[in-house]
T-cell receptor, first 115, second 113 residues
Framework: DTGVSQDPRHKITKRGQNVTFRCDPISEHNRLYWYRQTLGQGPEFLTYFQNEAQLEKSRLLSDRFSAERPKGSFSTLEIQRTEQGDSAMYLC?????????????FGPGTRLTVT | DAKTTQPNSMESNEEEPVHLPCNHSTISGTDYIHWYRQLPSQGPEYVIHGLTSNVNNRMASLAIAEDRKSSTLILHRATLRDAAVYYCILRDYNAGNNRKLIWGLGTSLAVNP
């Protein structure tokens, strides 16, 4: 257990429905990341927060995806009008911040299946 | 970010050393070399990182070639728990606010009892 928790661990939804995932980072960590991982592939970066500010978004993050980190604590990732191609493992990571090397601690992930 | 190349899979026997190679011929002078691993059904976890000199920690050793175009992660005595996908990742901490990690396909390590 890294101290990063994600909820739910599994989500099955029908195409067209909206889903929301939650990530609780390690409490003193300033940075929070979302990645997506499909079977047999490495994680792909989606977005990154420094405290409550969303500093970078991948081009993978279409306008159906939105992420928030109110008050710089937990974060939510919402997918609207889900498509079958959204089926993947969604990973959250957090890091302490600062200059130089910054180890990312990953949660267990939320596995999304869109039917 | 510069790319890395790793073998798709490797196999080892329990309690034997394992050398996992990574090629990064386009590495820049300020790229750090990181290794993360992902155990089955878990999120990735940090293993080790380095810039120029070889590094040791409780989990592994990292041997970096003199020209930095390749590196090797060394597990000194493989255990069954070391069966995982190992990712070699480059990251330039001088690159402004760009903090993301760029992941390849990694090496899937199987450990035989």
């Amino acid at each position: 257990d890294t101290g990063v928790s994600q909820d739910p661990r599994h989500k099955i939804t029908k195409r067209g429905q909206n889903v929301t995932f939650r990530c609780d980072p390690i409490s003193e960590h300033n940075r929070l990341y979302w990645y997506r991982q499909t079977l047999g592939q490495g994680p792909e970066f989606l977005t990154y927060f420094q405290n409550e500010a969303q500093l970078e978004k991948s081009r993978l993050l279409s306008d159906r995806f939105s992420a928030e980190r109110p008050k710089g604590s937990f974060s939510t990732l919402e997918i609207q009008r889900t498509e079958q191609g959204d089926s993947a493992m969604y990973l959250c990571a957090s890091s302490l911040g600062g200059q130089g090397f910054d180890e990312q601690y990953f949660g267990p992930g939320t596995r999304l299946t869109v039917t | 970010d510069a790319k890395t190349t790793q073998p798709n899979s490797m196999e080892s026997n329990e309690e034997e050393p394992v050398h996992l190679p990574c090629n990064h011929s386009t590495i820049s002078g300020t790229d750090y070399i990181h290794w993360y691993r992902q155990l089955p059904s878990q999120g990735p976890e940090y293993v080790i990182h380095g810039l120029t000199s070889n590094v040791n920690n409780r989990m592994a050793s990292l041997a970096i070639a003199e020209d930095r175009k390749s590196s090797t992660l060394i597990l000194h005595r493989a255990t069954l728990r070391d069966a995982a996908v190992y990712y070699c990742i480059l990251r330039d901490y001088n690159a402004g606010n760009n903090r993301k990690l760029i992941w390849g396909l990694g090496t899937s390590l199987a450990v035989n009892p």
